[in-house]
């Protein structure tokens, strides 16, 4: 007998969103229809199932001007910073052969919400959530585009107003190929190969279509994986994409507009905006169900017994999964139900790499209570100024470092 556990909001112990976006509050919008919750297929693309609102309407001019400041960098390169705002939209442009579309970037932006206590629908229990968030020019109104939603709430009333926090880490949407990132293809070519998974509700392995390890496949992954980095994993339906009118090849499949696996917006998992660590990262010995590549031609139309998955390469993280990664993959040649060519062997979950950032974090559970360093000689906590105790956690304002009492004395004899 085996039974899966998972948690609906996995605990973090180092907090890296800890730089409050002072002067705006907001709202996590799913955008869709509020008489049935279908969703609104002019902005609903992949990466793009709600957006960011005020407490009271859409963003103001004003708000949107505080917003991209706090939001900042977001790909390492201030040198393509765009706006008085000095920050990067975290956007990419697809064409399915006859429109373009803007929708989620090599580089989105990573949030942090945290429900205001005086909402009226805030509880003791609500928890806070991260979200990818991205700028879509087109979307008036809804121009902060979320990729994974809290709740499917598409009216003010309905929703959380939120204090939010920004982080100075990057978010990197994972893919394959001589290519350094996910690039533009407002051309009409090939979309970038994103990396995506498949893996079942209650476990921790995710099944990738390539092998993202470092170790074996530094070269070839826009970003590797390796052990202990963080990956955002998020629910967003929109892996099953259908092939534009006049596209050239499956391979521009991003560009569609119809997302035939999530008809309305209660149906993604609402506690997938969870980090998540890499405990694992490992290939496996192909079995009876293994497929080669992910470019391998399956038919099933005759004999549903010879599917094959692309399931030899794993990751595991450190906490199960509540939702179910499906297959077929995102270059679904197929716009009803299952696929019978290789598309459907792999899974349609994109992966997000995040790196922390190295400063603006903050650490619940540590050394010295946050107040001080350890001294790994003596085993003893050296307290910052205006802090004591054995472990640094009682304030006093009379209490001085060894520093500043090295420097008071100095000064007292000196004078």
């Given amino acids: 007998m085996s039974m899966g556990v998972h948690t609906k909001v996995v605990g973090e112990s180092v907090d890296y969103f800890a730089q409050r976006c002072e002067g705006i509050t907001v709202k996590v919008l799913a955008d ?20 960011l609102s005020g407490p009271d309407g859409p963003l103001t001019a004003s708000e949107m001007k505080i ?23 975290g956007v990419v442009v697809e064409n399915d052969g006859v429109d373009s579309h803007n929708m989620i970037g090599a580089h989105p932006h990573a949030i942090k919400v945290v429900p205001i206590d005086t909402d009226v629908h805030y509880t003791t229990h609500t ?3 991260y979200h990818l968030v991205w700028f879509d020019e087109d979307a008036t109104g809804k121009e902060f585009r979320v990729a994974n939603l809290n709740s499917d709430a598409n009216d003010l009333s309905e ?11 990057t978010v990197q949407q994972m893919g394959y190929g001589s290519e350094s990132r996910i690039a533009d293809n407002s051309s009409g070519t090939a979309s970038s190969t994103r990396i995506v998974g498949f893996f079942d509700k209650d476990t921790n392995k995710i099944y990738t279509n390539y092998d993202t390890s470092c170790q074996n496949n530094p070269d070839n992954n826009h970003v590797c994986v390796e052990k202990g980095d963080k990956l955002f994993v998020v629910d967003s339906c929109w892996g099953r994409g ?13 560009g569609g507009t119809t997302l035939n696996a999530c008809a309305d917006s209660t149906v993604p998992n609402k506690d997938s905006g969870n980090i998540y660590t890499v405990s694992k990262v490992y290939t496996t ?20 017994t010879l599917k094959r998955f692309v399931n030899t390469n794993v990751i595991e993280v450190d906490a199960s999964f509540g939702w179910q990664g499906l297959h077929g993959d995102p270059e679904n040649s197929n716009s009803v139900g299952d696929d019978t060519t290789w598309s459907d062997n792999t899974g349609v979950v994109v992966l997000f ?3 922390p950032p190295q400063e603006g974090t903050y650490e619940y559970v540590s050394e010295c209570s946050n107040r001080g360093n350890c001294d790994r000689e003596s085993a003893l906590c050296k307290c910052f100024s205006g802090y004591t105790s054995h472990d640094c956690s009682v304030q006093n304002i009379l209490a001085l470092s060894e520093e500043d009492k090295a420097a008071a004395m100095n000064k007292k004899k000196t004078s």
């Fill in 242 to 254: 259908e092939l534009g009118v006049g596209a050239a090849s499956p391979d521009s499949i991003f």
């Fill in 127 to 129: 928890p806070g959530s």
């Fill in 67 to 89: 917003l991209k400041k706090c939001l900042g960098d977001s790909d390492w390169d201030p040198d393509n910073n765009v706006e008085v705002a000095d920050w990067d939209y």
């Fill in 285 to 304: 010995v192909p079995d009876e169900n293994s497929a080669n590549s992910p470019a391998n031609e399956i038919d099933i139309a005759s004999d549903i």
């Fill in 32 to 51: 869709s229809s509020n008489i049935d919750d279908t969703w609104m297929l002019d902005n609903v693309r992949p990466g793009s199932l709600g957006y």
């Fill in 159 to 169: 929703a959380t107003e939120m204090f939010l926090y920004t982080t100075k880490g």
């Fill in 353 to 355: 790499h995040f790196t």
